[in-house]
């Protein structure tokens, strides 16, 4: 079956501009995860939804990231008024349930802020 | 979450097992423990997981001490293909904690012909 997508695969973009990436979980996973990857370190976690809400919002580096999830499913992080340190890989990840369910991930965006 | 520390680099004879330690002191009794790897410019790739016994799948086993203080991921015939970085986590049970996966900089596996 198909795997968790993640849209555009790149995204270049000047500073000051406002992005929209967007992660489409596997199909009856209730749980979703980003997380963003800067060049050479590992994942950080930026938010997770159960369903359409986001009882842990605690990952969010600023009030210009953003995320929400409509009818349980696509998910979209925005970025306001990116920054250069904004740089980074985001990847998304769903799960069955959340808990200790496996994560299944995206291959993931490349943001660049030029 | 608990926070793992791993070796930052290892390398691996083809063929060879390939054993990768983790530690985890700080892990509490709800917390299990995963394994991750990433395969350079695509997102993780999940190996295995574990509480407190020993677990084997088609990739992988899992060692946990018995203090669960400490885990090994054993790639029983490693190929090329394994390498790759690999992540040790620890994620807590319950919803509002199940987004808190604290991945660490990981153990750069390099398997060698």
């Known amino acids: 079956g198909a795997g968790v997508s993640q849209s555009p695969s790149n995204k270049v973009t000047e500073k000051g501009k406002d992005v929209e990436l967007r992660c489409d979980p596997i199909s009856g996973h209730t749980a979703l995860y980003w997380y963003r990857q800067s060049l050479g370190q590992g994942l950080e976690f930026l938010i997770y939804f159960q369903g359409n809400s986001a009882p842990d919002k605690s990952g969010l580096p600023s009030d210009r990231f953003s995320a929400e999830r409509t009818g349980g499913s696509v998910s979209t992080l925005t970025i306001q008024r990116t920054q250069q340190e904004d740089s980074a890989v985001y990847l998304c990840?769903?799960?069955?349930?959340?808990?200790?369910?496996?994560?299944?991930f995206g291959p993931g965006t490349r943001l660049t802020v030029l | 979450d608990a926070k793992t520390t791993q070796p930052p680099s290892m390398d691996c004879a083809e063929g060879r097992a390939a054993n990768l330690p983790c530690n985890h002191s700080t892990i509490s009794g709800n917390e299990y423990v995963y394994w991750y790897r990433q395969i350079h410019s695509q997102g993780p790739q999940y190996i295995i997981h574990g509480l407190k016994n020993n677990e084997t799948n088609e990739m992988a086993s899992l060692i946990i001490t018995e203090d669960r203080k400490s885990s090994t991921l054993i790639l029983p015939h490693a190929t090329l293909r394994d390498t790759a970085v690999y992540y040790c986590?620890?994620?807590?049970?319950?919803?509002?904690?199940?987004?808190?996966?604290?991945f660490g900089d990981g153990t750069t596996l390099t398997v060698k012909p």
């Open positions: 986590i620890v994620r807590a049970s319950g919803v509002t904690n199940a987004g808190k996966s604290t």
């Open positions: 990840a769903s799960s069955l349930s959340p808990g200790p369910d496996t994560q299944y």
